[in-house]
């Protein structure tokens, strides 16, 4: 079956832009999270749903970020006004049983804000 | 800030050597998870540990939770060019899992 799928794999942009990012989790999985990885470095805890609600938004840096799963399925990662340091890797995860359950990963998205 | 701290950062050794990877907190976890990820890839899940002391075999990689449930290390005997990768642990905190920075494993042949 079909694995955790992001798109697009890689985006660049321009300092001050909108970006979404997209997320198709595995069919069944009603976890799912979003984690920020920077080079050398581990992923970093974003956000996490339980099917279609937020259920643990603390890591998300600042109000520029914001992250929904309208229908408990997919789930789109925004930043508004794109700042240099929001350069990274987003990974998005989906699982059976949260918390401490299997996490299965998507490739990520390779943002880059010029 | 990093709850998870491990070591070393960076490995590098010949195919045949032993090595071990530790991963340290001051936390208690519930669970502790050990990936390992590939670049241009997202981590994949080798092992979850649950209970204090619990140790896990997965052929030749070797795991250990410590008995307070606050440090882990994954132990590779033999190591084979193909198990070169980053290693991340991953400890499950209330809702979410907290990540270490990594090791950067090179086995070379």
């Known amino acids: 079956g079909a694995g955790v799928s992001q798109t697009p794999s890689n985006k660049v942009t321009e300092k001050g832009k909108y970006v979404e990012l997209r997320c198709d989790p595995i069919?069944?999985?009603?976890?799912l999270y979003w984690y920020r990885q920077s080079l050398g470095q581990g992923p970093e805890f974003l956000i996490y749903?339980?099917?279609?609600?937020?259920?643990?938004d603390s890591g998300l840096p600042n109000d520029r970020f914001f992250a929904v799963r309208p229908e408990g399925s997919v789930s789109t990662l925004k930043i508004q006004r794109t700042e240099r340091g929001d350069s990274a890797v987003y990974l998005c995860?989906?699982?059976?049983?949260?918390?401490?359950?299997?996490?299965?990963f998507g490739p990520g998205t390779r943002l880059t804000v010029l | 800030t990093q709850l998870l701290e491990q070591s070393p950062q960076f490995l590098s050794i010949q195919e045949g050597e032993n090595l071990t990877v530790y991963c340290n907190s001051s936390?208690?976890?519930?669970?502790l998870q050990w990936y390992r990820q590939e670049p241009g890839e997202g981590p994949v899940l080798l092992v979850t540990?649950?209970?204090?002391?619990e140790v896990k075999k997965l052929k030749r990689l070797t795991f250990q939770f410590g008995d307070a449930r606050k440090d882990s290390s994954l132990h590779i005997t033999a190591a084979q060019p193909g198990d070169t990768g980053l290693y991340l642990c991953?400890?499950?905190?209330?809702?979410?899992?907290?990540f270490g920075s990594g090791t950067k494993l090179n086995v070379k042949p």
């Open positions: 995860a989906s699982s059976t049983l949260p918390p401490g359950g299997e996490q299965f």
């Open positions: 069919s069944g999985h009603t976890a």
């Open positions: 749903f339980q099917g279609t609600g937020a259920a643990d």
């Open positions: 936390s208690v976890f519930s669970s």
């Open positions: 540990v649950v209970t204090g002391g």
């Open positions: 991953a400890g499950a905190y209330f809702n979410k899992f907290y």
